[in-house]
């Protein structure tokens, strides 16, 4: 039997984190100190569309959804082996209630492959990336409830995104000190996951302090909310990563029992 999966959030950073060596110690320390995953499905920041879809499940060339960065960037790889079964149990989860499209070409995005490169280097572990539907809260809540069950088949349900993200803000010095908005939504968000408060997780557009200057959109922090939802709600859960890049950006990781 396949070990039983936590679900996570990664704070996925931009390709510039491939060349941080204690950010990328830090997630394969993360990765190594959980049980191996038969699959990783990833819920990217970068990817959203309804219905529900799946990306390729077998290796196509990822995608390189940013711009202005050192030509290294765009010749980084992932070939990592599709996971055609973990879509057809997404597929059959999720079918009853609603419709889940394919998109068979769709390679992974850096919200993705970012983070895997640094956790599981060899590209050995079937990945399926999964779009946002929304940015709802309750809906990806949902989400995230119905494919719980493929932590019990050795499945690793991803959300990758930033709890705090504002271009506009970020300090490119890396030397100013974080910003009181920026410093009061992650303690926030920490401090709310810890108390399993859903509801005011869910309405974190209106209870969060900060909210409108640390996420002026919103796809970012919501693939927090899928794993969330996949999660017992039963256990305190742990931040192997913390700590803020670029002054602003929070590096909270979240994983969920």
Do not use: C
Request: hydrophobic share 45%; aromatic share 10%.
């Amino acid at each position: 039997m396949p070990p039983r999966m936590p679900s996570v959030f990664i704070a996925h950073g931009a390709p510039p984190l491939l060349d941080m060596p204690g950010w990328i110690a830090e997630l394969a320390g993360w990765a190594a100190a959980m049980p191996r995953p038969a699959a990783v499905l990833m819920v990217s920041a970068h990817w959203e569309e309804r219905p529900v879809t799946v990306g390729a499940t077998r290796t196509v060339p990822l995608v390189y959804d940013f711009y202005g960065f050192p030509e290294r960037y765009y010749r980084q790889q992932y070939a990592a082996p599709g996971a055609p079964g973990v879509a057809k149990r997404v597929a059959q989860l999720l079918g009853e209630k609603q419709r889940v499209a394919n998109a068979p070409d769709r390679g992974l995005d850096h919200g993705a492959y970012v983070p895997l490169v640094a956790m599981y280097p060899q590209a050995d572990i079937p990945v399926l990336q999964v779009s946002l539907p929304s940015e709802n809260p309750k809906e990806l809540f949902a989400l995230g409830q119905a494919l719980k069950p493929l932590r019990d088949e050795g499945v690793l349900i991803a959300g990758s995104g930033f709890i705090t993200h504002n271009l506009r803000r970020a300090d490119w010095t890396g030397v100013a000190p974080t910003p009181s908005w920026a410093a009061e939504m992650d303690a926030w968000t920490a401090d709310t996951l810890r108390r399993n408060d859903v509801d005011a997780l869910l309405d974190y557009k209106a209870k969060a302090p900060g909210v409108d200057t640390a996420l002026p959109t919103h796809e970012h922090f919501v693939p927090l909310l899928v794993a969330l939802g996949a999660s017992d709600l039963t256990a305190a859960p742990t931040f192997p990563i913390e700590g803020f890049w670029l002054s602003s950006f929070s590096r909270r990781s979240v994983q969920l029992a």
